[in-house]
């Protein structure tokens, strides 16, 4: 939470302010978030409006998680633009049906946590990876196949064959001799 009550409701008034929070838990998806409690720097502009305060600055944090296709470990930063306006609670905005999903001050108070996680959940990619062309794992044996590009694997058999395989397999595995010997 933040308090706005320096700005004293003047329309033009505005307070600069740098700080530095621990992350809210769950904040990312469920492959990249931002560990629970790292800090999360953020720059802000708070300037008085008719209607309420406007809020506009960046928020950073680092981000740890997994690559969608060969589960390395990912570490990274974000950086996000925040920009909100927060309407006052007597506000005749604050009553309109279309503002419904508007943001409101709590007093002279402000919570900055909503708009912070959408800011950085919106932010991230879907399906994060460890590199732009990551090949993955392979789908045989699970190899990555970033640490071994020429992994191969013999042709898969036909189930129906199978029987046939292993009948040969059996005459090459006996010794020649002893069938001559017979």
């Known amino acids: 939470m933040l308090d706005t009550r320096e700005l004293g409701r003047r329309p033009g008034s505005q307070r600069k302010q740098t700080l ?28 008085a409006v008719m209607e309420g305060v406007l809020l506009t600055g ?10 969608v296709r060969c ?22 905005t604050a009553s ?22 959408d800011a950085v959940v919106l932010s991230l990619p879907f399906q994060p990876l460890c590199q732009d062309d990551c090949p993955g794992l392979c789908t045989e044996c699970g ?3 970033a640490d071994d590009p020429g992994h191969q694997h013999d042709e898969a058999i036909d189930p129906r064959w199978a029987a046939l395989v292993e009948l040969t397999q059996d005459d090459q595995a006996g010794d020649p001799a002893d069938k001559r010997s017979e």
């Open 58 to 67: 960046t928020a950073t944090a680092g981000l740890e998680g997994e690559c």
């Open 96 to 117: 309109d049906e279309e503002d419904a999903g508007a943001s409101r001050l709590e007093g002279d108070l402000l919570d900055l946590e909503p708009l912070l996680r």
């Open 143 to 145: 190899a990555r196949l």
């Open 20 to 47: 530095s929070a621990p992350a809210p838990a769950d904040l990312g998806i469920e492959v990249l978030r931002v560990p629970e409690g790292s800090p999360v720097d953020i720059d802000l502009r708070l300037e």
């Open 71 to 92: 589960l390395e470990p990912i570490r990274d930063r974000v950086e996000v633009e925040l920009q909100e306006l927060f309407v006052y609670e007597e506000s005749d």
